[in-house]
């Protein structure tokens, strides 16, 4: 078992930084990928980016590439998005989800993930 909790979100004007967390319980943080996804009202929840157990291979949707870092510390169990130069339309509920222990393959579609958090809201205003 696994628990998630998100926090840092909050209201932020365009241009501005933001960087949220996700706090995972249990023993098995460090063999999972961890990843964030949000979802903005009226629309589908989309992946933002993925971080494996193991290896470098960090991807991010084009939609964040260059503005977003994610990262981890497997030694406090926690998840971070750094989120730069945001946008209003970076507006939405943020997701942190952790996937099976040593999973690798496929990452974007949010049916991968085992796990998720509470979600924490990320306002971007004009």
């Known amino acids: 078992q696994l628990q998630l909790e998100e926090s840092g979100g909050g209201s932020v004007q365009a241009g501005g930084s933001l960087r949220i967390s996700c706090v995972a319980s249990g023993r098995t943080f460090s063999s999972r990928a961890m990843a964030w996804f949000r979802q903005a009202p009226g629309k589908d929840r989309e992946f933002v980016s993925v971080i494996p157990w193991m290896g470098s291979s960090i991807h991010y949707s084009d939609s964040v590439k260059g503005r977003f870092i994610i990262s981890r510390d497997n030694d406090k169990n926690t998840l971070y998005l750094q989120m730069n130069s945001l946008k209003p339309e970076d507006t939405a509920v943020y997701y942190c989800?952790?996937?099976?222990?040593?999973?690798?393959?496929?990452?974007?579609?949010?049916?991968?993930?085992?796990?998720w958090g509470q979600g924490t809201q990320v306002t971007v205003s004009s």
């Open positions: 989800a952790a996937s099976p222990e040593y999973y690798s393959g496929s990452f974007s579609g949010g049916y991968e993930y085992d796990y």
